[in-house]
Structures are given as structure tokens and as C-alpha cells.
């Protein structure tokens, strides 16, 4: 697992997504992405041990995972009953 700087994009969006988990530095907690705000270059988050947080791009970091990290994720997830007959 590797954490990269959030870097605006050339019309100011940053390079991370609604519904994703980022890393909230102040706090070193994961917290879920809920947006952004263009105007004020901040981001907002939700995690169930800090609640809501709001900060510049530069408080958060992103996650990224290795192929083989999301492999192992893959793997880890559940399914329903009929799909462990065929899978």
C-alpha cells in the first residue's frame, strides 16, 4: 500500500473520487472521500472514529494498491452461495 500527494488537475478537480478512502494526516486515519470544493481546494471525509472532516488537498493522501495487493483484496471478498459453486 502506497500514499501519494492529491494533486489538483489542470481545471482544479483533484485526482481522487467521491467514495474513495484516502488518508487524512492530522488525524492518520482513513476516512471515506464524501467531495470536494473547487472554490475553497478542500476536501471532506467521513470516518466512524473522527466523524466528519474537512481540509486542504494537502491533509489527505491517497491510496494506492500494488496488483497484487488487489488480488488479495479480490480474493478476500465474499460471495453468495450459488457463485462458490462455480467459482
Not at 473522527?50 to 494537502?58: N, R, S
Not at 489527505?60 to 459453486?85: L, P, T, V
Amino acid at each position: 500500500m502506497n500514499f501519494k500527494e492529491i494533486e489538483p488537475h489542470r481545471d482544479g478537480t483533484p485526482n481522487v473520487n467521491s467514495g474513495e478512502y484516502v488518508l487524512h494526516l492530522p488525524t492518520n486515519k482513513i476516512v471515506l472521500c464524501g467531495g470536494f470544493s473547487w472554490a475553497k481546494e478542500t476536501l471532506n471525509g467521513w470516518s466512524q472514529a473522527t466523524g466528519y472532516v474537512e481540509g486542504p488537498y494537502g491533509d489527505f493522501q491517497r491510496i494506492e494498491f500494488s496488483q497484487q495487493e488487489r488480488k488479495e483484496i479480490h480474493k478476500k471478498k465474499s460471495q453468495c452461495k450459488g457463485c462458490k459453486k462455480y467459482g
